[in-house]
């Protein structure tokens, strides 16, 4: 898993489709998912690391890139 699109794809296989137009919401939603994905056992420790990480990336660079703007 290299991009948060290879994330949504994976929530997409468990028929989980996430957008409310507010990207760091977003992300929230997707590592909430991921959480559960991994503690019902569906994807495996490897999968749910990567997929955390990613997702924290991302949500630090929104957030400190939204800092800069005020």
Same mark, same amino acid.
């Given at each position: @898993?290299?991009?948060i699109y290879d994330v &949504? =794809?994976l !929530?997409k *296989? /468990?028929?989980?489709?996430? /957008?409310? $137009? %507010?990207r760091? $919401? %977003? !992300?929230?939603l997707m +590592?909430m998912e991921i959480? +559960? !994905? #991994?503690q019902? &056992? #569906?994807i $495996? *420790? &490897?999968? /749910?690391?990567?997929?955390? @990480?990613l !997702?924290r *990336?991302? @949500?630090t660079?929104? =957030?400190? *890139? &939204?800092?800069e703007? /005020?």
């Amino acid at each position: @898993m290299k991009t948060i699109y290879d994330v &949504q =794809q994976l !929530l997409k *296989k /468990y028929g989980t489709i996430i /957008y409310t $137009g %507010d990207r760091i $919401g %977003d !992300l929230e939603l997707m +590592e909430m998912e991921i959480n +559960e !994905l #991994f503690q019902l &056992q #569906f994807i $495996g *420790k &490897q999968q /749910y690391i990567e997929a955390k @990480m990613l !997702l924290r *990336k991302k @949500m630090t660079e929104l =957030q400190n *890139k &939204q800092g800069e703007k /005020y």
